[in-house]
């Protein structure tokens, strides 16, 4: 998707844009903050402007893809089978010239054209244990696995903060598999020169409040009388309040720079998490509510994928939401229960995916059911698959505003900030990383956005 840069736009330029956003997410709230499992329930499609209904009522995904999302496949020309309303084209134009850009320097990482599942740009030891979406982040940005290797494969002196005694044994664990993979590596290639010295990473458990600064965090880990301690704060999808504790820290005179990327904007403490700048605060209709930050997590490049496919995975989102008829039925005060994975939807009935997902969530599966009520809701699949997809258009909105409101909290407090698509949105869908600096860096950021840096 197209979208505007964060770099190179000046304080006024990046007030204005959430002006924008809070005014456009305002507009269309309804939308955004609307659940896709109560389609039928709360009748969605009827929601919309009739004009909307007539243009997106019959699309198939693949059209929806193209059409609305705005991604053709390669080569591709996107054709309307009819006038679209110019309210429903603004808002597609809006939608695309608002959000921060996703798209890097580069389009397929080269480090996995040859094995798709292994990246050519790190050795086998520090690929175990590794999918190929963590591989590419760690190359990039380069928990668990980073701080293993900056200081295993960079020798930094690394400290990890990790809140489950749990984790920190297994990461303590692969240290030393990966420490020892090295050293018998390093024992058949003798002639290889390592270039940096070794460190293990330092773990440590602690859990890191939000709202407080965490003196352990603080603490270097070269105690010597010569060393002047200077730390960089790093995230690799910094879940939730996490991001925001980084950026509070950053204020501090020891460090001197953050790299963040952050993620679950819906685990965000509300308030205290969002928003954190005193511009957004001010502005009328800044407010994200639980439904919008998790919208704001969604993949929209895999989602547009699907679509291209038209998979019969997609129904997954109709099937919920008719049995949401059912459960509501049954039981009224229950409202939206989290129901368990069900395997392989595609392949069940309607009626027997109703009966499992009631069972799932404590009630009988043998109910009455109305086959032929279930039945008319299977029909309207499509039109459950457009309302989620135009809710998925305006979602990199939200996630744009969230960092936006990051920036600007940098920049006041006098500090220096920039956001930077630096991962393959196809690998990894919160890819924005927000850099910050105490002093200009000129063109050094430029080389954070080059692939071969």
């Known amino acids: 998707m197209p979208g505007v840069s964060a770099r190179g736009l000046s304080l006024e330029q990046r007030r204005q844009l959430a002006v924008n956003l809070t005014r456009v997410l305002a507009r269309y709230r309804s939308i955004v903050d609307a659940y896709i499992i109560e389609f039928f329930t709360d009748n969605l499609w009827g929601t919309l402007p009739c004009s909307w209904q007539e243009a997106l009522d019959g699309l198939n995904p693949p059209q ?11 080569g591709e020309v996107v054709r309307y089978r009819s006038v679209w309303p110019l309210s429903l084209l603004a808002l597609k134009s809006t939608a695309c010239a608002l959000a921060f850009t996703r798209t890097p ?47 295993l494969g960079l020798g930094l002196l690394v400290k990890s903060i990790e809140g489950d005694q749990r984790l920190v044994q297994r990461a303590q664990r692969l240290d030393q598999e990966l420490l020892q993979a090295l050293e018998k590596e390093e024992k058949r290639h003798p002639q290889v020169v390592r270039a940096s010295p070794r460190y293990s990473p330092h773990h440590v458990v602690r859990w890191v409040e939000p709202t407080a600064l965490c003196e352990e965090l603080l603490l270097p880990l070269d105690t010597s009388p010569q060393s002047r301690a200077r730390l960089l704060l790093t ?90 008829t059912v459960i509501r039925g049954a039981q009224p005060e229950l409202r939206r229960p989290g129901v368990q994975g069900i395997p392989r939807v595609h392949e069940l009935k309607i009626e027997e995916y109703v009966r499992r997902g009631l069972r ?18 299977q029909a309207q699949e499509n039109r459950v698959v457009a309302f989620f997809s135009l809710a998925l258009l305006l979602a990199p909105l939200v996630e744009t505003l969230i960092l936006l409101d990051r920036l600007l909290y940098v920049q006041e407090q006098g500090f220096y900030a920039e956001l ?34």
């Not at 929806?64 to 390669?74: F, I």
């Not at 995975?313 to 949401?324: D, K, N, S």
């Open 235 to 324: 995230g690799l999808h910094a879940c939730g309040d996490l991001s925001v504790t980084l950026l509070r820290h950053f204020s501090c005179p020891q460090v001197v720079a953050l790299a963040s990327v952050g993620c679950c904007y819906m685990k965000l403490s509300d308030p205290g998490g969002y928003p954190l700048s005193q511009w957004v605060a001010g502005l009328p209709g800044h407010e994200l509510p639980y439904r919008l930050r998790e919208g704001a997590c969604h993949a929209l490049e895999e989602y547009a994928e699907r679509l291209q496919k038209s998979g019969p995975g997609l129904r997954t989102h109709c099937y919920r939401a008719a049995l949401e």
């Open 420 to 453: 930077l698509p630096i991962f393959s949105p196809a690998l990894s869908p919160r890819n924005l990383v927000l850099v910050a600096t105490k002093r200009p860096l000129g063109e050094a950021l430029s080389l954070l956005e080059m692939e071969d840096s």
């Open 105 to 151: 320097g580069f389009q397929t990482p080269s480090e996995f054209l040859e094995n798709p599942s292994q990246s050519s740009r790190l050795t086998a030891p520090f690929r175990k244990h590794v999918r190929p979406k963590k591989q590419h982040e760690i190359r990039r940005l380069g928990e668990g696995h980073l701080s293993r290797f900056m200081s």
């Open 64 to 74: 929806l893809a193209t059409q609305l999302l705005g991604m053709p496949g390669e």
């Open 360 to 377: 799932r969530v404590g009630l009988d599966p043998q109910l009455p059911l109305n086959v032929a009520a279930l039945q008319a809701h």
